[in-house]
T-cell receptor, first 116, second 115 residues
Framework: AQTVTQSQPEMSVQEAETVTLSCTYDTSESDYYLFWYKQPPSRQMILVIRQEAYKQQNATENRFSVNFQKAAKSFSLKISDSQLGDAAMYFCAYRITQGGSEKLVFGKGTKLTVNP | EPEVTQTPSHQVTQMGQEVILRCVPISNHLYFYWYRQILGQKVEFLVSFYNNEISEKSEIFDDQFSVERPDGSNFTLKIRSTKLEDSAMYFC?????????????FGDGTRLSIL
């Protein structure tokens, strides 16, 4: 069964600094998608970044980038130049697809605090 | 940017009562989902829905749960006889397509409290 593990329940970073949130997953599939979602205190989960497993190049979205290590089944999120608005819960998710349907398997989340 | 909207934001219900959680997915999306998050635990998949039928459901989604798309815009989750352990945050999500790079878009969630 696919599982997603986020080993850091909480992290903190100084404003303008860089922080890396870790995520590992377990799967026997060779092609899949991975996502990072952000859930600020306003509660809506917002997509931060996505990675297709067959793409070797790490995804980047402005200040957000991933370090995708397929062999190690690792998918960490790097936030550069952290801003106060980055404070949120961050969830790593693996997408399972089968028979024309899909579902997300989430990690437990990492609560990120940004200190001014 | 279009959003998934959920109502109510907080629902308090007596144990044994029926509750309906409502969601309005993004208008051109065809695939709909419900997830739940018990306080302090992971977000868990409940059910996916496409073309007016359930595509997949988890073992959590037992006979007490049902989903419906009663009209062209709403997607509802009904819990027939609520239990204390149903207390959780319930998230609705929708996606335009599946098995592509299109992500699922989530609503704000409904916090369900069973007394």
């Amino acid at each position: 069964a696919q599982t997603v593990t986020q080993s850091q329940p909480e992290m903190s970073v100084q404003e303008a600094e860089t922080v890396t949130l870790s995520c590992t997953y377990d799967t026997s599939e060779s092609d899949y998608y991975l996502f990072w979602y952000k859930q600020p205190p306003s509660r809506q989960m917002i997509l931060v970044i996505r990675q297709e497993a067959y793409k070797q190049q790490n995804a980047t979205e402005n200040r957000f980038s991933v370090n995708f290590q397929k062999a190690a089944k690792s998918f960490s999120l790097k936030i550069s130049d952290s801003q106060l608005g980055d404070a949120a819960m961050y969830f790593c998710a693996y997408r399972i697809t089968q028979g024309g349907s899909e579902k997300l398997v989430f990690g437990k989340g990492t609560k990120l605090t940004v200190n001014p | 940017e279009p959003e998934v909207t959920q109502t109510p934001s907080h629902q308090v219900t007596q144990m044994g009562q029926e509750v309906i959680l409502r969601c309005v997915p993004i208008s051109n999306h065809l695939y709909f989902y419900w997830y739940r998050q018990i306080l302090g635990q992971k977000v868990e998949f409940l059910v996916s829905f496409y073309n007016n039928e359930i595509s997949e459901k988890s073992e959590i989604f037992d006979d007490q749960f049902s989903v419906e798309r009663p009209d062209g815009s709403n997607f509802t989750l009904k819990i027939r006889s609520t239990k204390l352990e149903d207390s959780a945050m319930y998230f609705c999500a929708s996606s335009e397509r599946v098995q592509t790079n299109q992500p699922q878009h989530f609503g704000d969630g409904t916090r369900l409290s069973i007394l």
